[in-house]
């Protein structure tokens, strides 16, 4: 195989803002391709600072591993992840993005889209959500005004949570997912559940910080206990390791591709959580039309979906899936179905 790569850094619509006050007004990025013969696979890894995740670093590892990400012997997918689990155990979000490349190229070898290769057919697939970030009440309310959309993700957080959501809901009848990063203690998300769930919430995402001591663990096992509104996991749960005694906390999972290191293992944490009983939601981390892409193949395997950042970014990035209303299209090409728009020069 050929690997080459871009590094892209595609504006948002409106600067982006989540608990914690960390915003960004743009979205870097790595676009990775791998090449064999005439066909060629893509895939994508955001660069994310909380997660000290930077271009120049994945840059860094692929220029001291490109023979060896090269000499693979593509027969299986899986195979080639757990090659690259080993051999960039540091690096989840690059060995992501090349796993998103190979499941492509080989979708196209097999003439064949991702979501047949994993058994699925295109039928009851989830809507998108379409994320309102922290914001001044009046500019969360615009947005919502200037997108109309069937379901909405509220990013919380604040210190007027509570007001915030209720002059949203004067504004929308649309369904609210509300996601709130870690931003809670335990007592604010005892006192806000029963009040969201009046407004019209359909779940919560990650309403306290990823539990680090017993005591923290026996706070979210509390909180499950009590909770009116379905609680999903998102920095609580990244990879398989995370699912002992998940569903004790949580109601469901949200997987992010990147974090848990590509659609091989994404899988597997499908299966965990089916196996306990738990709901399923795949988030992103504002990928373009490329990394998006990977997320819409799970669709007919997931209760909740979401996949917004072609919508949140500037430009898509690409061709090939489509978000309407809530609804996702893919084009049904073999792989993921997706072409990159123009991209820079690969850097030295």
């Not at 023979?67 to 027969?75: G, M, R, S, V």
């Not at 379905?230 to 990147?258: Q, Y």
Request: net charge negative; proline share 7%.
């Amino acid at each position: 195989m050929k690997l080459q790569y871009h590094v892209i850094d595609t504006p948002f619509k409106d600067t982006f803002t989540i608990s914690g006050g960390r915003s960004k007004s743009s979205q870097p990025a790595l676009i990775v391709s791998l090449s064999l013969g005439p066909l060629t696979g893509w895939g994508e890894a955001p660069a994310i600072s909380y997660y000290d995740v930077t271009v120049e670093k994945m840059v860094r590892e692929i220029k001291a591993k490109k023979l060896f990400i090269e000499k693979f012997a593509l027969t299986d997918p899986e195979r080639y992840w757990h090659y690259l689990h080993h051999l960039l155990p540091e690096h989840p979000f690059l060995v992501c993005a090349l796993d998103m490349a190979c499941w492509d190229l080989y979708g196209q070898m097999n003439r064949t889209p991702v979501y047949q290769l994993m058994g699925s057919t295109w039928q009851n697939t989830p809507l998108t959500d379409y994320t309102i970030g922290l914001d001044a009440i009046d500019k969360m309310a615009a947005k919502i005004k200037a997108m109309p959309w069937p379901v909405y993700k509220i990013k919380l957080g604040a210190a007027d949570d509570l007001a915030m959501l209720r002059a949203l809901r004067q504004v929308t009848d649309s369904p609210f997912r509300v996601d709130v990063n870690g931003g809670w203690t335990y007592e604010k998300a005892l006192e806000m559940l029963p009040r969201l769930a009046e407004l019209g919430v359909e779940l919560v995402e990650q309403p306290m910080a990823r539990a680090k001591t017993d005591w923290d663990l026996e706070q979210m096992q509390a909180l499950y206990n009590a909770s009116p509104l379905p609680l999903i996991a998102d920095e609580s749960c990244v990879r398989l390791s995370d699912m002992k005694g998940i569903e004790k906390c949580f109601h469901g999972i949200n997987i992010k591709l990147t974090k848990c290191s590509g659609i091989t293992p994404a899988r597997v944490l499908i299966r965990e959580a089916r196996e306990r009983e738990m709901k399923v939601m795949m988030g992103s981390m504002n990928e373009t039309v490329i990394g998006s892409a990977a997320i819409a193949q799970f669709l007919p395997q997931l209760d909740y979906v979401d996949m917004d950042g072609p919508l949140l970014l500037a430009a898509p990035g690409g061709t090939g899936l489509t978000i309407e209303a809530g609804k996702v299209s893919v084009s049904g090409a073999p792989g993921l179905g997706v072409r990159p728009g123009p991209l820079p020069d690969q850097p030295m």
